[in-house]
């Protein structure tokens, strides 16, 4: 589903944010992308999306070389593709059905397609009977929920989560991750970016780890700078 190899991403300025970066997410899988503030996890987010293009290297995404997916083909190629952010980014002058409805009626869905879609989609994440009211009157796990909500609307075969429990408790953090293993589960492949060694610590999902652009470890292992964590858990 994604495929890095040799990827490098240098900005205007020279700064190298990514340098030879390799690895391959298969269908289905779920991974931890971390990194200390500035390693290059935002940047290799920004790449899959495609608002970032690399300066060197070869990605592949949805069986598509990013190299060929040209300007106007840019808005087909991210239908394939979730995204679920720490801040929710939700429209609070709107429902909460108009927030997942949003990618549909842009991909130019029929109402009754669109509708059909929504509330799978809210019934998935368990907010079904909630799909009229306004975000602001849900509770910041809730808010996130509908957020996931509207990342996998449109079925998308990748779901890219950054920080996606980052302002949100053990608990709910827990209700977050329980929903992207269930996607994980049924094909859909989750990349999530986190500062949250804690939660990294609680799961056995393969962790990708950035330090300073450079790919530093790939597997299953925990880093030495998790291992407190681990022991909080009686490992």
Partial sequence: MIHFHQVSKRYDNGKEALLNINFELDQGEL?????????????????IMLIERPSGGRMVVCNQDVAKVGRSAIPYYRRQIGMVFQ???????????DNVALPLIIAGYRPRETGRRVRAALDKVGLLDKEAL???????????RVGIARAVVNK???LIADEPTGNLDPELSAEIMDLFDQFSQVGVTVLIATHDLGLIA???HRLLSLDQGRLISDGFDRPDHLQPHLHERGF
């Fill in 87 to 97: 801040n929710h980014q939700l429209l609070f002058d709107r429902s909460v059905y």
């Fill in 156 to 158: 998308p075969q990748v």
């Fill in 31 to 47: 991974t931890f992308l971390t990194g200390h503030s500035g390693a290059g996890k935002s940047t290799l987010l920004k790449l």
């Fill in 134 to 144: 306004n975000p602001i009157a849900l509770s910041g796990g809730e808010q996130q």
């Fill in 202 to 204: 609680r799961y056995d």
